[in-house]
């Protein structure tokens, strides 16, 4: 017999844990995203970024919007 049941995964937590973990998710998001603002791109690059979102859209066969952002300094 088995006194110890084994989770299918680690995202299977308690809920209280689960609380936890996704605050802890969020405040780490939320410290990532003040850490990054909106890049600020020349011609040539917004050039560059709009081919790839086409390239991409033609590969997967859907609209693929693609965002630059930049390390806050």
């Known amino acids: 017999m088995n006194h110890t049941a084994q989770k299918e995964s680690a995202l ?3 809920p209280s844990c689960r609380a936890a973990a996704d605050r802890m998710e969020a405040a ?11 890049a600020h791109l020349n011609k040539t690059a917004y050039s560059l970024l709009q081919e790839a979102e086409k390239a991409l859209s033609r590969e997967l ?5 693609l965002a630059a952002y930049q390390k806050n300094e």
């Not at 066969?61 to 919007?65: E, N, V």
């Open 28 to 38: 780490l998001r939320e410290e990532d995203n003040a850490s990054y603002g909106t």
């Open 12 to 14: 299977e937590l308690p």
């Open 61 to 65: 066969g859907r609209d693929i919007l």
